[in-house]
């Protein structure tokens, strides 16, 4: 029998350890989402520099429910809370 060795993954596959897929692809979306509500407005106000247009038009349309959102539940001034934090590090 040829000796075969396993890397690191296919020991953890083979074990069923670590996270299912949907459970991934729901902690990846729920980073999307909180990061899409923490920058609404920077989107929102990146998406109104664009060129005149239809994409201009698709992107402000996409982002001013989230701009709107982040406006009133305060997300904005929790974003600037740590923005100097941010900006600081290396």
């Known amino acids: 029998m040829p000796n075969k060795t396993l890397d690191v993954g296919e020991r953890r596959a083979a074990a069923n350890a670590g996270v299912s897929f949907r459970a991934a692809l729901m902690a990846v979306a729920v980073f999307y989402v909180v990061a899409g509500l923490l ?28 701009d709107r959102l982040s406006r009133s539940a305060g997300l904005e001034r929790f974003r600037r809370l740590f923005e100097p934090i941010l900006e600081d590090s290396p």
């Open 39 to 66: 920058n609404g407005h920077h989107l929102h106000e990146g998406a109104s520099r664009r060129e005149y247009g239809g994409e201009r038009t698709f992107w402000m349309t996409l982002t001013l429910p989230l």
